[in-house]
């Protein structure tokens, strides 16, 4: 069970399982759970207005109690990740990423909560450009963010591989039963 100011960041690029683990912790801690994505984007793959990301985004985080997983837009992580009293970042190497979101792409329709909860398939070939912006000019700024906050006291669980990120939900599963 959660107290009653825990907040979860889930954080790192795409198709590194964050959807998978925020559901996951949020129902082992009985926290509400917030997709980054369904703020962000909106049928068709367009990108809700700025303001409006940015007013949502705000509300989510003010909150006293949450997970949220996901990136948004650049300028909106530095405040989640210093509301948050624990991170948890998934921090792959692109090559997996890539893989994994491979493999998603091929099986999209047969997922049960796809990202941002919307069922059309994002293009691939912007989705791959995107996680390779991300991964070069996003993730050295998210890794540093994440240093400073466990520098300042805050848990920081760096997941550096498939096998860390199952032993992570195994370990929050035992601590739940």
Known sequence: MATDATKVAIIG???????TLARAL??????????????LWQ???????????ARRHTEAIAAERWV???LGSQDSIAPRLARATEIVLIDLPLWLHFAL???RQAKWTQQEAPPA???ELPPTRALFETM???????????RELCR??????????????????????RAEAVAGA
């Open 13 to 19: 690029n795409a198709a590194g399982g964050k959807s």
């Open 68 to 70: 949220i997983e996901g």
């Open 43 to 53: 049928k068709g793959w367009q990108l809700t207005p700025a303001d409006v990301y």
């Open 101 to 103: 979101a491979a493999e």
């Open 26 to 39: 949020a129902a082992r801690r009985d926290l509400p759970l917030v997709e980054v994505d369904r703020l």
């Open 148 to 169: 400073r906050a466990e520098a300042d006291g805050k848990k920081l669980s760096r997941l550096q591989s498939l096998d860390a990120i199952d032993a992570f939900a």
């Open 117 to 119: 909860g919307l069922f």
């Open 132 to 142: 390779w912006q991300v991964d070069r000019e996003w993730m050295p700024d998210i």
